[in-house]
């Protein structure tokens, strides 16, 4: 949901994306490594992206840098900010994890992560869960989106 995330460790990557010579994100292979065993063993991993248009610095250096994981299994789907707010999104970040843990992400005024809050209240994972499967009906392939948005 955010424009941006203030990561420290992909600053290096971010600048050289934006001067033109992009690297191979060396800071993820241990993600993108975890993603593929993961997705090997049958695990699923997806998330939705939503970002404004025109798309940011920031967005524009995610799309290029999701195809890493995408070729790694992870299904990555994109929805524009005017569409997610139409379909009743919120406004936070969130991860779920096999549709019973909800964990809620928290940011600092610098857009720097401050950590994850585990949630358990049953009504606010249902409407979590709802809100991924709105997001995910209403989203577009990483590829295709990034044809419309190259």
Do not use: C
Not at 55 to 62: A, P
Not at 127 to 145: I, Q, T
């Amino acid at each position: 949901m955010r424009e941006r995330y203030n990561a420290p460790r992909e600053v290096e990557s971010l600048q050289k994306f934006l001067a033109g010579t992009p690297d191979n994100l060396e800071f993820a292979e241990n993600w993108v490594t975890s993603i593929r065993e993961a997705t090997s063993a049958g695990r699923r991993f997806a998330r939705v992206r939503v970002v404004s248009v025109p798309l940011s610095d920031y967005s524009r250096f995610g799309l290029w840098a999701a195809r890493f994981t995408t070729d790694a299994g992870e299904d990555i789907r994109y929805m524009e900010r005017g569409q997610a707010e139409a379909v009743g999104l919120p406004n936070h970040d969130y991860w779920l994890f096999d549709s019973r843990t909800l964990v809620r992400m928290h940011f600092g005024d610098d857009d720097r992560f401050l950590g994850g809050e585990v949630i358990d209240d049953p009504a606010l994972v249902v409407s979590h869960n709802y809100w991924r499967d709105a997001a995910w009906h209403h989203a577009d392939r990483r590829d295709d989106f990034g044809a419309k948005h190259d």
